[in-house]
């Protein structure tokens, strides 16, 4: 925040799918549960910065990804759902050469490295309500924890 002119997110694609059993665990639900899956693109000062792969509870978050395009970001999604504030519980960072799909999007060259962030949201009650597996290119974000 603060930092960029600009900010932008876009749904690439999104679908309801079954838990995998690493996503059940973060979002402290069943494998097998049905989850909401978004996978976004944003952009700062009109250059990609994040590709984002994250899930939700179906339950929970029925219509997520149509509510996601109309507030432009997650925080703003979530708003509409009476959650005002949350916070990470937890953040692994780790990096690797990006994909071709990942350079694709965040316009990298071949061979970049990309600093990849496994996350777990939770709302004030400390309820999971979001995990995702973000991807940044090294070279254009510092990430403090």
Known sequence: AGQTRAQRAELLA???????????????IKPGSRVVRLETLSHADGKPLVRGTGWLPETRFPDFAARFVEAGSTTRALKTYGIEDYSRAVTRISSRHATTEEAQYLRLAPGAVVLVAHGIDVDAEGTPIHTMLTRFPADRIELVV
Not at 15 to 27: H, K, N, W
């Open 14 to 28: 999104s679908s309801i799918e079954r838990a995998t059993a690493r996503v059940a665990e973060g979002l402290g």
